[in-house]
């Protein structure tokens, strides 16, 4: 053996072949699936093969538009031709030194974030590998907050609804008592107050509060936005008892509200943000920014870490994926494809209420279809969420084209009926 490892040119094809593919129809790899993953996540509904813009295709040769975008993941869609090139150069060049040694694009993508975000001097970066550890970070910022007295505070406030991921840290901060039950005792503090409610925060926010997490938009919860003020409040409630303000923008943020931050209209300086989700356009990383000086220092050296946070493919992926949301004007298709889908969606048959901004929306029906929608817009050649028992989500590329966002409307109607006949 040699240290490159290497194959002749025939063994290679062969062995990226069976690494790569396989052969196999949904059904046998689904049979697979069930014996060798844990059930957590139910049966996974088709098994992909392969992708391409907002279009992707299962095993079995279908083909979908993808409103969903991985979870609000795709930013850029499937197989990027230029995410993909940085990412392969990046790996083929260097793809993993740990935190002991920095790179430079890990140096750049802090850069790129605080320049993005409007941070001001002193603000700082901690890269992560996920929203879930994003939050994890920001949680034991939070616990290193004193507000400036130097006595320790642990209380942190939380909304009904919020979904801020699922370790131990994470899942404290979220409200759904399935996820929160079967895992007690989790990291103690943590107070859910009813959503959206100013006097409510007004009523829970004191001295002996260390931070306030609030998602502008709850994404799990059926995208539900924050009511106007409410974010301005908050900043106020907070700053002036010495509280940090914590946004979680691991789903709202980097364009999926046609804005690089959804928190940016509120017109406010968090203390911190999280992101995650779409930042490396379909490349695992999540990152903590924290705003000015006080804040970035309350985390000292060696206080927290990880092995391959930050790393230089995933700091590559994630230039790359904001290189083009920025030079081919994402931002505004995000908004404009958005704001068609809203207006078209709201006067449909059968659509209560629609939410959302840009390329996340969310959309009550009148009847407890949406699992059955899920299913009949798969059969249909959509894939969407249901959050809820009557919501659907669409989280789609913010490339999708209006053309695009058209044949969904246009399906729409029998995709419910099917939903509602299968009932
Ligand atoms: C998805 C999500 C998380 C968790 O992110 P993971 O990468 O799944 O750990 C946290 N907060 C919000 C708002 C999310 O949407």
């Known amino acids: 053996m040699n240290e490159t490892v290497d194959l002749s040119p025939a063994d290679e094809k062969d062995a990226k072949a069976s690494v790569m593919t396989g052969i196999g129809s949904g059904s046998e790899w689904l049979a697979r699936y069930s014996s060798s993953l844990m059930g957590v996540f139910g049966t996974p509904q088709r098994v992909l093969v392969r992708g391409a813009g907002c279009l992707v295709w299962d095993a079995d040769g279908k083909e979908y538009l993808d409103l969903l975008g991985g979870i609000a993941v795709n930013a850029l869609g499937h197989a990027n031709p230029f995410v993909t090139s940085v990412i392969s150069s990046q790996l083929a060049t260097l793809g993993h030194v740990s935190n002991f040694f920095t790179s430079p694009t890990q140096i750049a993508l802090a850069e790129k974030l605080l320049a993005i975000t409007d941070a001001p001097a002193g603000s700082k970066v901690f890269f992560t590998n996920s929203g879930t550890e994003a939050n994890e970070a920001a949680f034991k910022l939070a616990r290193r907050n004193t507000g400036g007295s130097g006595a320790k505070r642990t209380k942190i406030i939380a909304l ?30 943590v107070v859910h ?148 889908l809203r207006s078209a969606l709201a006067v449909l048959p059968g659509v209560t209420e629609v939410r959302g901004e840009g390329l996340l929306i969310g959309f009550d029906l009148d009847a407890d279809v949406a699992p059955a929608v899920v299913q009949a817009g798969l059969d249909a050649g959509f894939i969407v969420n249901s959050p809820g028992p009557r919501t659907i989500r669409l989280a789609p590329p913010l490339v999708l084209t209006t053309a695009q966002a058209d044949t969904f409307l246009d399906a729409f109607p029998a995709i419910l009926q099917a939903a509602k006949d299968a009932q």
């Open 160 to 189: 009904e609804g919020a979904f801020h991921g699922r370790t131990m840290g994470a899942l404290a901060l979220t409200a759904k008592e399935a996820y929160r039950t079967p895992f007690e005792p989790l990291p103690a503090g």
């Open 193 to 340: 107050i009813p959503f959206g409610d100013v006097e409510a925060l007004k009523d829970a926010v004191d001295e002996t509060v260390a931070a306030v997490f609030l998602e502008p938009i709850q994404g799990e919860a059926g995208v539900r936005p924050l009511p106007p003020g409410y974010l301005r409040a908050a900043r106020e409630l907070t700053a002036r008892v010495g509280a940090l303000l914590i946004l979680d923008e691991v789903q709202t943020g980097m364009g999926r509200t046609g804005k690089w931050l959804a928190s940016e209209d509120a017109g406010i300086m968090p203390d911190a943000v999280t992101l995650a989700k779409g930042l490396g356009g379909g490349f695992p990383i999540g990152a903590l920014i924290t705003y000015g000086p006080e804040t970035s220092s309350l985390l000292a050296a060696g206080q927290h870490g990880t092995t391959f946070g930050g790393n230089p493919v995933a700091t590559a992926a994630a230039l790359a994926t904001l290189h083009a949301i920025e030079s081919q004007h994402v931002l505004a298709n995000a908004s404009a494809v958005g704001e068609h």
